[in-house]
């Protein structure tokens, strides 16, 4: 079976550049989640989707960040104007129900903003 | 404000021998608590989860305790392996409401032949 699919695996780009991330989730997976991972801060959730509806953007650092999810199969996260301080590894994971459930990771997307 | 600690130092072990590796937290409730293995280069993957009611879990050579009232979970990979060798991460899960997992730092694993 797919797992979650994330793209692109790497991207680089210069400070001001519009960044967007693509994420693919298991089918039949009701909750997507978005989380970013640093050194400094680990594994941090920056917004989760239920049925395809945000449910809590608290972690999305700035307006800079954005995340959508249109349908059941397909979320972004934007990120306009980039800048070097989001260089990170930004995760995607989809799960079965939300509380007490194993989440999916995908195998993440390494930003570098020069 | 919540904290999640894990050791930050790399836990070297030798191969047979079984690794304990250590969650610590504070100002935090949590109803759930899972376990994750990250490799370089790529997501984390679920190993385990266990409820505040349990005590104890196990599956295979891996066994989790959870104690609410030290706020502290050990997990325990016996007859630890080379390929063992990786970062574990605890995750807390609050369970009803907004939030989503908090998940700590990880500690980096090697074990040696």
């Known amino acids: 079976d797919a797992g979650v699919i994330q793209s692109p695996r790497h991207e680089v780009t210069e400070m001001g550049q519009e960044v967007t991330l693509r994420c693919k989730p298991i089918s039949g997976h009701d909750y997507l989640f978005w989380y970013r991972q640093t050194m400094m801060r680990g594994l941090e959730l920056l917004i989760y989707?239920?049925?395809?509806?945000?449910?809590?953007d608290s972690g999305m650092p700035e307006d800079r960040f954005s995340a959508k999810m249109p349908n059941a199969s397909f979320s972004t996260l934007k990120i306009q104007p980039s800048e070097p301080r989001d260089s990170a590894v930004y995760f995607c994971a989809s799960s079965i129900g939300r509380e007490g459930q194993p989440q999916h990771f995908g195998d993440g997307t390494r930003l570098s903003i020069l | 404000s919540q904290k999640i600690e894990q050791n930050s130092e790399a836990l070297n072990i030798q191969e047979g021998k079984t690794a304990t590796l250590t969650c610590n937290y504070t100002n935090y409730s949590p109803a759930y608590l899972q376990w994750y293995r990250q490799d370089p280069g790529r997501g984390p993957v679920f190993l385990l989860l266990i409820r505040e009611n349990e005590k104890e879990k196990r599956k295979e050579r891996l066994k989790v305790t959870f104690d609410t009232t030290l706020k502290q979970s050990l997990f325990h990979i016996t007859a630890s392996q080379p390929a063992d060798s990786a970062t574990y991460l605890c995750a807390l899960d609050s369970g009803g409401g907004a939030d989503g997992l908090t998940f700590g730092k990880g500690t980096h694993l090697i074990i040696q032949p």
């Open positions: 989707f239920n049925n395809n509806v945000p449910i809590d």
